[in-house]
C-alpha cells in the first residue's frame, strides 16, 4: 500500500506473520538497445520472489533467485515479456543467455515471461522484469536499497488463507510502531497502510475501478432500455397474436404452456442478442487499448480477453433480460378472458385500455432510463471538461519533450554533458523554439519523482513527522519553458554546475511549511547529506496528478546531479512531427 523504502520491506519480509507472501514492484521507464537499434520502454523493478508470488514462472529460463536483489548493480539480469521475445527477438528459442542494454548497462536474459503476462501494474504492459539490486541503474536519486528514508518501491501482499485486511492492517500497524521506535530519523509518523489491490493510489487498478463502474453504470441502463423497448415489441406482437392464443386455449391448450412458450421465445432472442454482443466484443476486444497509443516507451494493456467468467456473465444477463422481455406479454397473456376475447374478436376490437396503459407504462420507463443516462452523461461530460481544463500549475500550450538518454547510448558522464549543451544549444537557435530545457521528470508523465528525506536549517519537526519531500532534478530555463512562475529568487543557470554552491527551488507550499513567517531564500536544506541553499521559491503546481492537493516540492540542478534518463521539453508554437525532424536532424549532426 504505502510507499515504503527498501530496509523497511525487507522488515516486512522478516516480522508479517499473517502474510504468505510479499514482493515488490516498481514501474520504471528505460532505453532498450539491441544491436545498433534503441528504443524506449517501460519495466518494473522486482524483488527476487516476484514470479513466485504471483504464480506466474517463465515460460522460458527461470525467473530471479533468492539474492539477487542484493547489491549495488550486482545482478544485471532481465527477464523479458512473451511480446518483446516475439517482436525484437523473433521468438528465439535459445535466447536465454543472451543479453540487451537497459539504460547503457548489460543485462543478461534469464527467463520470458508466459504469453498474455504484462505485470501487475493494472492497464500498462511491461516488457521487462529486473532485480532491485539493478534500482539505480534505472531509478533517480542513485542507489537506495541501503536508504531507510527513500520511500522509492510499492511492494504487495499475499494474505494467508482466513486472513481479514483489517487484522492485515493492525499487524502492519504493529510492525510500522516498532519501526517508527527503533528508526525515528526516518519513520517517525510514517504508518504503513494497507489497500486491497483495486483501490490503491499508486496502481493504475485505483484509477480505472471508478471509470470500469460508470461505465458498467451506462451498460445497465442502456441494457434496461432496450429490454423495455423489445418488451414493448413483443407485447405489440401478442396483442397480434391474440387470436392465436385464444384459440389455442379453446382447443385446450394450457395456460401453462402458453407461458413456457412466450418465455421460450424471448429467451431465443436473448441468445441471438447475447451471440452478437458476443462477437462484436471478440472483435473489439482490444479497442480499448487502441484510444491510448504507445507513447514515451509506455505500452498500454486493457486486457479483453473473453474467458468463462464472461460467458457466465452473459448467461446471466441473458436469463434476466428474458424475464425482463418476456414477463410483461406471459402476464398478459395470463389475462385473457376466453368468452371475452372472442367477443372482442368478432367485434375486431384487438387491445383495450388496460393494454394501452401498459405500453404507455413502457414507454415512460423507457423515456425515464433514458432521461437518466442522459443527465448523467451529461454530469460524467461536465466533470471531464473540468478536469481537462484544471490549471496544472503551469503553462502547457505549446509545450514538447522527448527522451534523451545518452548514458544508455555508451556516453561517459563528461561527453554526455558536452553533447547536452552542444544539443541545447542548438535546440533553442531552431527557428520557431522559444525556449528549451533539460529536466529528469516531465510533471504528469508515469515517471515518478524522486522522494527523500530532508534535514531543514532551523525547523524542529514535531515527533511525529519525519521530513520527506518529493523533488526534480532540471536544467537552466527549465521554469521559464514549463511556464512555471517564480514567486521570489532566482531559477537555475548553467553556473550552478558541480563545482558551485548547491542550489535548491522549493514551491511555495514547502516555503510555508518548513520556513513559516520567514523569508526562505539563502536558507538551508539539506539532502542525502549535502547542504544546498535556495535560491528561489516557485508556484505551487502538479506534479503527478491533476487532482492532487499542494504538497511541498523542490527542484535542483540537473549539472549538480545526474545525468541518466534526462528529458528535453520545449517550448515552441511548431507541430510535434515538425520539431521531432528537427531534433533527430541536430542529434545525428552532433552524433556523426
Given at each position: 500500500g504505502t510507499p515504503l523504502s527498501?530496509?523497511?520491506?525487507?522488515?516486512?519480509?522478516?516480522?508479517?506473520?499473517?502474510?504468505?507472501?510479499?514482493?515488490?514492484?516498481?514501474?520504471t521507464g528505460t532505453t532498450l538497445s539491441i544491436g545498433d537499434r534503441a528504443e524506449r520502454t517501460t519495466g518494473s523493478i522486482v524483488s527476487a520472489n516476484y514470479f513466485d508470488a504471483i504464480g506466474v514462472p517463465p515460460m522460458l529460463g527461470r525467473g530471479f533467485l533468492p539474492g539477487e536483489d542484493q547489491g549495488q548493480s550486482a545482478h544485471p539480469l532481465a527477464v523479458i515479456s512473451h511480446q518483446l521475445w516475439q517482436g525484437r527477438f523473433k521468438?528465439?528459442?535459445?535466447?536465454?543467455?543472451?543479453?540487451?542494454?537497459?539504460?547503457?548497462?548489460?543485462?543478461?536474459?534469464?527467463?520470458?515471461?508466459?504469453?498474455?503476462?504484462?505485470?501487475?501494474?493494472?492497464?500498462?504492459?511491461?516488457?521487462?522484469?529486473?532485480?532491485?539490486?539493478?534500482?539505480?541503474?534505472?531509478?533517480?536519486?542513485?542507489?537506495?536499497?541501503?536508504?531507510?528514508?527513500?520511500?522509492w518501491i510499492e511492494a504487495y501482499a499475499r494474505l494467508k488463507p482466513g486472513v481479514t485486511l483489517q487484522q492485515a492492517?493492525?499487524?502492519f500497524a504493529a510492525i510500522s510502531g516498532r519501526l517508527e521506535t527503533?528508526?525515528?530519523?526516518?519513520?517517525?509518523?510514517?504508518?504503513?497502510?494497507?489497500?486491497?489491490?483495486?483501490?490503491?493510489?499508486?496502481?493504475?487498478?485505483?484509477?480505472?475501478?471508478?471509470?470500469?463502474?460508470?461505465?458498467?453504470?451506462?451498460?445497465?441502463?442502456?441494457?434496461?432500455?432496450?429490454?423495455?423497448?423489445?418488451?414493448?415489441?413483443?407485447?405489440?406482437?401478442?396483442?397480434?397474436?391474440?387470436?392465436?392464443?385464444?384459440?389455442?386455449?379453446?382447443?385446450?391448450?394450457?395456460?401453462?404452456?402458453?407461458?413456457?412458450?412466450?418465455?421460450?421465445?424471448?429467451?431465443?432472442?436473448?441468445?441471438?442478442?447475447?451471440?452478437?454482443?458476443?462477437?462484436?466484443?471478440?472483435?473489439?476486444?482490444?479497442?480499448?487499448?487502441?484510444?491510448?497509443?504507445?507513447?514515451?516507451?509506455?505500452?498500454?494493456?486493457?486486457?479483453g480477453e473473453i474467458d468463462w467468467r464472461v460467458l457466465a456473465l452473459s448467461a446471466g444477463v441473458c436469463l434476466a433480460t428474458t424475464l425482463l422481455m418476456g414477463l410483461v406479454p406471459v402476464l398478459q397473456t395470463g389475462k385473457i378472458d376466453l368468452a371475452q376475447s372472442m367477443k372482442m374478436e368478432s367485434a375486431g376490437v384487438v387491445s383495450g385500455r388496460e393494454r394501452a396503459w401498459v405500453r404507455s407504462g413502457l414507454v415512460l420507463v423507457q423515456v425515464s432510463l433514458s432521461f437518466v443516462l442522459l443527465v448523467g452523461a451529461g454530469l460524467l461530460k461536465q466533470s471531464l471538461l473540468k478536469v481537462r481544463t484544471a490549471s496544472p500549475g503551469f503553462n502547457t500550450r505549446g509545450v514538447q519533450d522527448t527522451a534523451i538518454d545518452l548514458?544508455?547510448?555508451?556516453?561517459?558522464?563528461?561527453?554526455?554533458?558536452t553533447f547536452q549543451d552542444a544539443l541545447l544549444e542548438r535546440v533553442r537557435a531552431l527557428p520557431g523554439v522559444e525556449s528549451a530545457a533539460f529536466a529528469k521528470m516531465t510533471p504528469l508523465s508515469y515517471v515518478s519523482s524522486a522522494t527523500a528525506p530532508i534535514v531543514v536549517d532551523g525547523y524542529q519537526p514535531p515527533p511525529e513527522e519525519s521530513p520527506t519531500v518529493e523533488y526534480n532534478e532540471v536544467g537552466d530555463d527549465y521554469f521559464v519553458t514549463m511556464g512555471i512562475p517564480l514567486v521570489a529568487g532566482r531559477e537555475f543557470t548553467r553556473a550552478d554546475d558541480e563545482k558551485a554552491t548547491l542550489a535548491a527551488v522549493v514551491n511555495e507550499t514547502m516555503a510555508q511549511r518548513y520556513w513559516r513567517g520567514r523569508n526562505p531564500l539563502g536558507e538551508r536544506l539539506q539532502l542525502k547529506g549535502r547542504?544546498?541553499?535556495?535560491?528561489?521559491?516557485?508556484?505551487?503546481?502538479?506534479?503527478?496528478?491533476?487532482?492532487?492537493?499542494?504538497?511541498?516540492?523542490f527542484f535542483v540542478p540537473l549539472r549538480q546531479n545526474s545525468l541518466r534518463g534526462s528529458v528535453l521539453n520545449i517550448r515552441t508554437p511548431l507541430a510535434p512531427q515538425t520539431m521531432a525532424t528537427a531534433i533527430a536532424r541536430e542529434v545525428h549532426a552532433l552524433d556523426s
Amino acid at each position: 500500500g504505502t510507499p515504503l523504502s527498501w530496509p523497511d520491506f525487507q522488515d516486512l519480509q522478516r516480522s508479517c506473520t499473517l502474510c504468505e507472501t510479499l514482493f515488490v514492484s516498481k514501474i520504471t521507464g528505460t532505453t532498450l538497445s539491441i544491436g545498433d537499434r534503441a528504443e524506449r520502454t517501460t519495466g518494473s523493478i522486482v524483488s527476487a520472489n516476484y514470479f513466485d508470488a504471483i504464480g506466474v514462472p517463465p515460460m522460458l529460463g527461470r525467473g530471479f533467485l533468492p539474492g539477487e536483489d542484493q547489491g549495488q548493480s550486482a545482478h544485471p539480469l532481465a527477464v523479458i515479456s512473451h511480446q518483446l521475445w516475439q517482436g525484437r527477438f523473433k521468438g528465439d528459442p535459445a535466447i536465454v543467455g543472451k543479453t540487451q542494454r537497459l539504460n547503457g548497462v548489460v543485462h543478461t536474459i534469464v527467463g520470458v515471461a508466459p504469453e498474455g503476462f504484462f505485470g501487475t501494474f493494472v492497464g500498462w504492459g511491461m516488457q521487462f522484469w529486473v532485480p532491485a539490486s539493478m534500482e539505480d541503474i534505472f531509478e533517480a536519486g542513485g542507489y537506495k536499497l541501503a536508504d531507510r528514508g527513500a520511500r522509492w518501491i510499492e511492494a504487495y501482499a499475499r494474505l494467508k488463507p482466513g486472513v481479514t485486511l483489517q487484522q492485515a492492517q493492525q499487524e502492519f500497524a504493529a510492525i510500522s510502531g516498532r519501526l517508527e521506535t527503533e528508526y525515528p530519523a526516518t519513520n517517525r509518523g510514517r504508518a504503513i497502510r494497507f489497500w486491497p489491490l483495486w483501490q490503491t493510489p499508486f496502481n493504475n487498478a485505483g484509477t480505472l475501478l471508478p471509470t470500469l463502474e460508470i461505465m458498467l453504470a451506462v451498460v445497465a441502463f442502456v441494457l434496461l432500455i432496450a429490454c423495455a423497448n423489445v418488451g414493448n415489441l413483443l407485447l405489440v406482437r401478442s396483442l397480434a397474436r391474440r387470436h392465436e392464443m385464444s384459440v389455442r386455449l379453446a382447443v385446450g391448450a394450457g395456460r401453462a404452456r402458453l407461458w413456457k412458450q412466450l418465455l421460450t421465445e424471448g429467451l431465443v432472442l436473448s441468445l441471438f442478442g447475447a451471440a452478437g454482443g458476443l462477437l462484436v466484443a471478440y472483435w473489439c476486444r482490444h479497442a480499448l487499448a487502441l484510444l491510448f497509443p504507445a507513447r514515451g516507451g509506455v505500452q498500454m494493456h486493457l486486457p479483453g480477453e473473453i474467458d468463462w467468467r464472461v460467458l457466465a456473465l452473459s448467461a446471466g444477463v441473458c436469463l434476466a433480460t428474458t424475464l425482463l422481455m418476456g414477463l410483461v406479454p406471459v402476464l398478459q397473456t395470463g389475462k385473457i378472458d376466453l368468452a371475452q376475447s372472442m367477443k372482442m374478436e368478432s367485434a375486431g376490437v384487438v387491445s383495450g385500455r388496460e393494454r394501452a396503459w401498459v405500453r404507455s407504462g413502457l414507454v415512460l420507463v423507457q423515456v425515464s432510463l433514458s432521461f437518466v443516462l442522459l443527465v448523467g452523461a451529461g454530469l460524467l461530460k461536465q466533470s471531464l471538461l473540468k478536469v481537462r481544463t484544471a490549471s496544472p500549475g503551469f503553462n502547457t500550450r505549446g509545450v514538447q519533450d522527448t527522451a534523451i538518454d545518452l548514458l544508455s547510448a555508451g556516453y561517459t558522464p563528461a561527453r554526455a554533458q558536452t553533447f547536452q549543451d552542444a544539443l541545447l544549444e542548438r535546440v533553442r537557435a531552431l527557428p520557431g523554439v522559444e525556449s528549451a530545457a533539460f529536466a529528469k521528470m516531465t510533471p504528469l508523465s508515469y515517471v515518478s519523482s524522486a522522494t527523500a528525506p530532508i534535514v531543514v536549517d532551523g525547523y524542529q519537526p514535531p515527533p511525529e513527522e519525519s521530513p520527506t519531500v518529493e523533488y526534480n532534478e532540471v536544467g537552466d530555463d527549465y521554469f521559464v519553458t514549463m511556464g512555471i512562475p517564480l514567486v521570489a529568487g532566482r531559477e537555475f543557470t548553467r553556473a550552478d554546475d558541480e563545482k558551485a554552491t548547491l542550489a535548491a527551488v522549493v514551491n511555495e507550499t514547502m516555503a510555508q511549511r518548513y520556513w513559516r513567517g520567514r523569508n526562505p531564500l539563502g536558507e538551508r536544506l539539506q539532502l542525502k547529506g549535502r547542504w544546498m541553499q535556495v535560491v528561489g521559491v516557485a508556484k505551487d503546481s502538479k506534479y503527478s496528478s491533476v487532482r492532487e492537493k499542494p504538497t511541498p516540492f523542490f527542484f535542483v540542478p540537473l549539472r549538480q546531479n545526474s545525468l541518466r534518463g534526462s528529458v528535453l521539453n520545449i517550448r515552441t508554437p511548431l507541430a510535434p512531427q515538425t520539431m521531432a525532424t528537427a531534433i533527430a536532424r541536430e542529434v545525428h549532426a552532433l552524433d556523426s
